[in-house]
Each structure stands twice: as structure tokens, then as C-alpha cells.
């Protein structure tokens, strides 16, 4: 139940193309939902998050569209550029007292070719 | 722009050797957390850390680890006696207490075990 689940595993997209990469939770209680990317080498860096009470949020190229009731949220980035091409970890958090203890997802490695 | 700083970024040790990762977290944040990442593989909670206590482990963090938080500004992982299987990248994570709690990552540390 605590189990994040991400899709697809990888992709590639052209530049210019949408990149949409999807994920799923069945824990209710979680209630914070950020995006991770991570270039080889480097540490995973916030990328944008939404909260259950909105449906979508958008930041650039960015935006994050948010289901509660399937119990899904995906990300798609717009115009995709080559500098995108990372791995993108989604993740889930449950507010607790003392711990902001994030879930992934097992990441999707994305591609972006010229 | 503040963030999280780990040394050293690559730490070789034979099995069964002492091993301590070390982490600056952002100066105004009050959680603290160390991830693992398997290479190829998704990044896995191990503890949280907040007013100088454990606040929540993960099944991975057994008695072989621990944390603390020496001084004013550096926060550690030891590994009291390190495993082939230990070998994975490290990351230390800190964020603040009231905010949207984003988790700041450091670049990580890469264990090998060897």
C-alpha cells in the first residue's frame, strides 16, 4: 500500500514532442506528490509538486495533472528539449508527526532526441 | 542558492569495515533524511531525523546503521560493518518544518564495497 507505481520505464521523445509519464498510489493518506529529476551522477532535484486539492498545476513547460479519485498524477513536459533527457522519479508523502518520509516511484529514464 | 552538501562523493571500503558518510544540511531546515539508491534501481528511504531523534526507519536501516547529528550543522550515516550489498549511492536530504517541506537532496555519495 505504500507502493508508488511509475510508468513507462523509459521513453523517447522527439524534440518538440510532449513527455508524459505517469504514476499510481492506492495509499490514501498520502497528500503531497512531488517530481523528482535526476541527471546521472547528481542527486534527485525537486521539480515541481502538487498537493490533492488541486487538479493541476503548472510551472514553464512543466505541468503535473492530478487525479485523487484514480489515484493517479502524471507529469508532462511540454516542448521537450534535449536538456530534459533524465530520469524523472515521481513520490508520495504522508504527513506525519516528525517524519516527511518520501516513496518513489522506480523512475522513468526519458530521452529526447534532436 | 542554499543546498545540501555530502562528503565524499565516493567512498571504496573493504566488507566489514567502518564506514561514516557525512552531510552539511540547508542551515535553516530541522528534518533530516539519508536515502539509498541501488544503482539502476529506485531511491529507498532509510531514516528520518528530527530534534535529535530517529523520527522513522525503514526495514533497511537495521542495527548495522546509524545517525547523528555531532554538531550544529553536520549530520552522519555510519555503517558499523559494511556488506557487499551496501554498495549503492547515498543521498542525505533536509527540509524545513512548516513549509511545503520540499526535501533539498545533496549530489550523494557513492559507497563501494568491495
Known amino acids: 500500500q505504500q507502493q508508488v507505481k511509475q510508468s513507462p520505464q523509459s521513453l523517447i521523445v522527439q524534440k518538440g514532442g510532449i513527455s508524459i509519464i505517469n504514476c499510481a498510489y492506492e495509499n490514501t493518506a498520502f497528500d503531497y506528490f512531488p517530481w523528482y529529476q535526476q541527471f546521472p551522477g547528481k542527486g534527485p532535484a525537486l521539480l515541481i509538486a502538487i498537493r490533492p486539492d488541486v487538479s493541476e498545476k503548472k510551472e514553464g513547460r512543466f505541468t503535473i495533472s492530478f487525479n485523487k479519485s484514480a489515484k493517479q498524477f502524471s507529469l508532462h513536459i511540454m516542448d521537450s528539449q534535449p536538456g530534459d533527457s533524465a530520469t524523472y522519479f515521481c513520490a508520495a508523502r504522508v504527513e506525519g508527526a516528525g517524519s516527511y518520509q518520501l516513496t518513489f516511484g522506480k523512475g522513468t529514464k526519458l530521452s529526447v532526441i534532436p | 542558492e542554499p543546498e545540501v552538501t555530502q562528503t565524499p562523493s565516493h567512498q571504496v571500503t573493504q566488507m566489514g569495515q567502518e564506514v561514516i558518510l557525512r552531510c552539511v544540511p540547508i542551515?535553516?531546515?530541522?528534518?533530516f533524511y539519508w536515502y539509498r539508491q541501488i544503482l539502476g534501481q529506485k531511491v529507498e528511504f532509510l531514516v528520518s531525523?528530527?530534534?535529535?531523534?530517529?523520527?522513522?526507519k525503514s526495514e533497511i536501516f537495521d542495527d548495522q546503521f546509524s545517525v547523528e547529528r555531532p554538531d550544529g550543522s553536520n549530520f552522519t550515516l555510519k555503517i558499523r560493518s559494511t556488506k557487499l550489498e551496501d554498495s549503492a549511492m547515498y543521498f542525505c536530504?533536509?527540509?524545513?518544518?512548516?513549509?511545503?517541506?520540499?526535501?533539498?537532496f545533496g549530489q550523494g555519495t557513492r559507497l563501494t564495497v568491495v
Open positions: 542551515s535553516n531546515h530541522l528534518y
Open positions: 531525523f528530527y530534534n535529535n531523534e530517529i523520527s522513522e
Open positions: 536530504a533536509s527540509s524545513e518544518i512548516r513549509t511545503a517541506a520540499e526535501a533539498f
